[in-house]
């Protein structure tokens, strides 16, 4: 496997260099025939610059990379760009021109669109974000993605553009939509408990090995749904790490036998009854 | 006969008692401990502890004693006492504030020595850091001239005034920026900065969007604000440790939180970066730190004489990386860093500590670029040696200080501070030579340039 990770840092950006020209220097060196796994950083000021610039330069330069099988748009730190203030674009082209694709992922939310969210040979989705807008996960639910086998949405707070409903979110977990699906991550939610008991019976699990709801809000409340669901025995791994559960309930799910991550338990602020999903902005 | 010590600190602090486990260790005698309290009460001197010490009558040829000042924080009688000693009507102000960079700015609604004696202790609140550094740098000129009283040439781990200007941020970044050693850049002039709205219209002028303010002279993470703009949206964002509370007409007070806290709302940061900026504030760019996972870090390097020894990598989801802040401590070596990056950063730290020649010892953090791995150096800690389960060749902090520092060589006793300077100055001048690529110019030898000013304090 060949890696490259293109950024554009601060020096960078203000001396007028583009994430164009870094793109069309990868495209001419010899190891772009070879290369599998591409991750472009901050693409210049990215929260004064949305991602356009460098969508339309990959579509241009799509037969240059005849190996890509890995994309990561926007893999920038929370020093380097603030997550809710990334500012993303329709980033669906790039499905188009990388039929190839096996593992796409996405950082940031603002101005993100995936229309038409379509690709034959997709097996990982994974949208990292403080708040996941309702028109993006429509447009996944509408989409085709036939060989998904891992879906992985951070929902965040609305607070960061989280304005869908536990139904909207619910429909991805309608039976047959991604028939190859084995891991499911609809995590760091601020309605983590919700989900927990919506999903604790569903059908969906039936399929998976690995139910990822981690870093969001889950308390005692929603574990105790999971705790008890025969379906959820039956998964290879449970990840719950940054949760809100009382250490009655993580000793519950140390003896429970599954494979189950309880990492990170959160402190109940004493003057303030709120829990935080981890990746907010 | 080995080397006697003078420590100037707290008594039965955790410092005080590791550095006497130290040298009880080292089979040297336990330093004489000149508590704060009692210098700033009158009831204790450095002329008491010298005789204590036994290096008043000593003959000629003995060495004098090696005097340590370590940190005054974490009691209020000392805190409050400082205060009072930076007070206008106090009268050691009649001495001036030599040692105090930037001592010609006036302090905000400064505290009589009256007021400031009556202060009664809230946990965590921030009374007055201008004034308080005020009379704690009268406190380090006192001591410098009461020292050159009793002996012809004193021998301080770090001088006085060394201490003062590591501990007042602006003056750090201007002693580094001199010696050519890399820092993050200023934005503005502190004078350019005066408040709030000044602060919003240089970063947008300068199209620097993303800065540290840092209160000249906290410590730790205190006063620290990792502020930023979107140009584009005009929406801000400040991450610090300081907390407000307004009560109607009275004033403010403002404190130091265990926790992070993340201001959105403008009202809020004005405040604050207000009260830093009144108080005196460094404000630089904030260069994004390397990443360790999904996570980023800086460095605590210690530096003893010259050499690079304890170190250690604090990682953390938040910008200010302190360790009290749930950052996770991990050993430099498990960062999975090219050697050179290390050694780079290592030698960074050395030139850093070289470019204060009277001082032997400093925690200096540095940071790594996120994208070239390049050191940067954020901040010179005179007091930055309380690393805890941190070892060197097998020592503790203290142990390795008290080994390299007080080993009561003839050597140490009859050269002058000017020998240790050397000391200090010769492995920098080797690290210098590597450190090209590292994106720092302009005075590469500056650093090692001043070793023969070191034995003469003026």
Not at chain 1, 178 to 201: C, M, R, V, W
Not at chain 1, 249 to 258: A, F
Not at chain 2, 87 to 95: F, G, K, N, Q
Not at chain 2, 162 to 168: H, L, S, T
Request: proline fraction near 6%.
């Amino acid at each position: 496997m060949s890696e490259v990770k293109l950024t554009i840092d601060y020096d960078q950006y203000e001396n007028g260099k583009k994430m164009k020209d870094l793109l069309e220097e990868l495209a001419n060196s010899p190891q772009s025939g070879e290369l599998t796994s591409l991750i472009i950083g901050d693409w210049g000021g990215a929260y004064e610059n949305d991602s356009e610039e460098t969508v339309e330069t990959l579509v241009a330069l799509k037969d240059r990379f005849p190996k890509l099988t890995s994309l990561f748009i926007g893999d920038m730190s929370f020093e380097e760009c603030e997550v809710s203030w990334i500012m993303q674009t329709n980033l669906a082209p790039l499905l188009e021109a990388y039929p190839a694709l096996r593992s796409f992922t996405i950082k940031g939310s603002t101005g993100l669109d995936l229309n038409p969210a379509r690709h034959e040979n997709l097996e990982e989705l994974t949208i990292i974000c403080g708040g996941l807008g309702k028109d993006v996960i429509h447009q996944i639910y509408e989409g085709s993605f036939p060989r998904l086998k891992k879906l992985e949405l951070y929902l965040g707070v609305d607070e960061y553009g989280f304005d869908a409903s536990l139904e909207d979110v619910l429909k991805l977990t309608e039976p047959g939509k991604f028939p190859e699906l084995t891991y499911l991550g609809l995590k760091n939610s601020e309605i983590q408990d919700e989900l927990a008991i919506a999903l604790a019976e569903a059908p969906i699990l039936d399929g998976l090995h690995t139910l990822d709801m981690s870093d969001g809000t889950l308390s005692d409340t929603g574990a105790e749904a999971l705790l008890n669901s025969e379906k959820v025995k039956k998964l290879q791994y449970l990840d719950l790490s940054h949760h809100y559960m009382s250490d009655e309930m993580v000793n519950r799910w140390k003896s429970s036998g599954l494979n189950v991550n309880t990492d990170d338990q959160q402190d109940m602020d004493e003057d303030d009854d709120y829990r935080y999903p981890s990746l907010t902005e | 006969m080995p080397q006697r010590m003078i420590l100037i600190g707290n008594p039965d602090n955790r410092r005080t008692a590791g550095l006497q486990n130290a040298r009880a260790k080292l089979g040297l005698p336990p330093a004489v401990v000149l508590p704060y309290a009692g210098l700033l009460d009158g009831s204790a001197s450095l002329a008491q502890a010298a005789s204590l010490a036994g290096a008043a009558s000593q003959p000629a040829g003995e060495p004098a004693p090696l005097l340590r000042l370590d940190a005054p924080g974490e009691l209020f009688a000392v805190e409050r006492g400082l205060i009072a000693l930076g007070a206008p009507d106090h009268e050691e102000a009649a001495h001036g504030d030599r040692l105090l960079p930037f001592g010609h700015r006036s302090d905000p609604q400064p505290l009589s020595v009256r007021s400031a004696l009556a202060l009664a202790e809230q946990e965590g609140r921030q009374y007055h850091p201008s004034q308080w550094f005020r009379g704690f740098a009268r406190l380090l000129a006192r001591l410098r001239r009461e020292a050159e009283e009793l002996w012809p040439q004193p021998q301080w781990t770090n001088a006085p005034e060394d201490i003062a200007g590591m501990f007042d941020k602006r003056q750090t970044h201007r002693v580094l920026s001199a010696a050519g050693v890399p820092v993050p850049r200023l934005l503005a002039p502190p004078e350019e900065i005066a408040g709030y709205e000044a602060l919003r219209d240089s970063m947008l002028s300068r199209r620097v969007h993303r800065v540290f303010v840092k209160l000249a002279s906290g410590s730790g993470a205190c006063g620290v604000v990792a502020y930023r703009i979107n140009p584009r949206t005009g929406a801000e964002q400040a991450v610090t440790t300081v907390g407000v509370e307004n009560y109607g007409a009275r004033a403010p007070v403002f404190y130091n939180a265990m926790k992070l806290r993340r201001y959105t709302d403008q009202s809020a940061i004005r405040q604050v970066l207000n009260w830093l900026l009144r108080h005196g504030a460094h404000v630089e760019q904030w260069i994004a730190k390397a990443a360790y996972g999904d996570r980023t870090f800086d460095i605590r390097q210690l530096v003893v004489a010259g050499e690079a020894c304890h170190s250690i990598a604090r990682v953390s989801r938040t910008p200010i990386t302190n360790l009290h802040l749930r950052s996770e401590r991990v050993s430099v070596d498990d960062l999975g860093l090219a050697p050179g990056i290390r050694a780079e950063a290592a030698a960074c730290a050395v030139k850093a500590l070289a470019a204060f020649p009277r001082s032997l010892a400093a925690g200096v953090d540095v940071l790594l670029d996120s994208a070239s791995h390049a050191p940067y150096i954020l901040d010179m800690n005179p007091f930055g040696d309380l690393l805890y389960r941190v070892v060197h060749k097998g020592m503790d902090p203290y142990e390795w200080q008290m080994s390299r520092l007080a080993s009561g060589s003839a050597e140490t006793a009859e050269e002058s501070a000017g020998s240790a300077a050397s000391v200090a100055a010769d492995p920098t001048g080797s690290a210098a030579s590597g450190f090209s690529g590292a994106g720092n110019s302009g005075k590469p030898g500056g650093a090692a340039g001043s070793p023969d000013e070191g034995g003469t304090l003026r």
